[in-house]
């Protein structure tokens, strides 16, 4: 391979690389997310500065069951947001992710710095009622329960735009091969082409347990608040930059000397 060539490759590994370039676009994307009241000193624990956490105390636990994501494939992904800012403007930090596909997980990882590990999240419907679960290293650490498309709480779609809509924030954290940071970075991202299939609220139940390599409990479940149950077409573009933690650390040793 020449220069070029190299250059013009997506990802790793070069002879069958794990991913394509974004951006990448989502048919049939299905949510179920349970909104609590959580302990206000774990989520100031779990949000990297200069993100600010909203003042309500809430998380967002969340079950996704995606069908159809071009690059990707058919997978279901699970995880935990938490509502918060950055210079007063509202955004979303995306604090742990489950998954059961390698492509999104490496995808996420190197260009977004999505949290995401391999587990065994799982979204069904079961008779009456939307169910989710995730199993990791054989154990079960979360279940979520919802009722099914209670349509006296059906949702205004645009409600459901605005929110996918919101800026999302990951934590980017890539070491150099001497094991030091190589990015550590807050990367923001939208979500654009949005087209929502069906939007619903109802009642909705939690159960999470600690576990060491999936540690969703660390936010413990103080109140339930609501779920929301939706699906929407959506596209992930690439992401940008919000706050270089190696250039402010450069600028506050170049001040003090």
């Known amino acids: 391979m020449n220069r070029d060539q190299i250059l013009k490759l997506s990802s790793m590994p070069a002879s069958s690389p794990s991913y394509p370039l974004p951006p990448f676009r989502f048919v049939n994307r299905e949510y179920m997310t349970v909104i609590y009241e959580s302990d206000p000193d774990a989520i100031r624990a779990a949000v990297p500065e200069p993100l600010v956490p909203d003042p309500s105390n809430q998380v967002f636990y969340e079950w996704i069951r995606m069908p159809d994501s071009s690059g990707f494939g058919d997978y279901t992904e699970t995880g935990v947001v938490i509502p918060c800012s950055f210079e007063g403007k509202p955004a979303s930090f995306v604090s742990q992710m489950y998954l059961d596909d390698e492509a999104p997980i490496a995808a996420g990882r190197e260009?977004?710095?999505?949290?995401?590990?391999?587990?065994?999240?799982?979204?069904?419907?079961?008779?009456?009622?939307?169910?989710?679960?995730?199993?990791?290293?054989?154990?079960?650490?979360?279940?979520?329960?919802?009722?099914?498309?209670?349509?006296?709480?059906?949702?205004?779609?645009?409600?459901?735009?605005?929110?996918?809509?919101?800026?999302?924030?990951?934590?980017?954290?890539?070491?150099?091969?001497?094991?030091?940071?190589?990015?550590?970075?807050?990367?923001?991202?939208?979500?654009?082409?949005?087209?929502?299939?069906?939007?619903?609220?109802?009642?909705?139940?939690?159960?999470?347990?600690?576990?060491?390599?999936?540690?969703?409990?660390?936010?413990?479940?103080?109140?339930?608040?609501?779920?929301?149950?939706?699906?929407?077409?959506?596209?992930?573009?690439?992401?940008?930059?919000?706050?270089?933690?190696?250039?402010?650390?450069a600028q506050q040793r170049a001040a003090a000397d």
């Not at 109802?202 to 660390?218: E, K, Q, S, Y």
Request: glycine share 8%; proline share 7%.
């Open 111 to 249: 260009i977004w710095g999505f949290p995401k590990k391999y587990a065994n999240p799982k979204l069904e419907v079961v008779k009456d009622t939307l169910t989710g679960t995730l199993s990791y290293a054989g154990q079960q650490v979360a279940m979520g329960t919802m009722g099914y498309k209670h349509e006296v709480f059906a949702r205004d779609p645009n409600k459901t735009v605005a929110a996918l809509s919101k800026m999302q924030v990951n934590l980017k954290l890539i070491p150099d091969v001497d094991g030091k940071p190589a990015i550590a970075q807050l990367v923001a991202y939208n979500l654009t082409d949005i087209a929502v299939k069906g939007s619903w609220s109802g009642p909705a139940r939690l159960h999470l347990v600690p576990h060491v390599n999936a540690p969703v409990a660390d936010l413990p479940v103080r109140r339930i608040v609501g779920a929301r149950h939706f699906v929407a077409d959506l596209t992930l573009p690439y992401g940008r930059v919000l706050h270089d933690y190696l250039a402010a650390g």
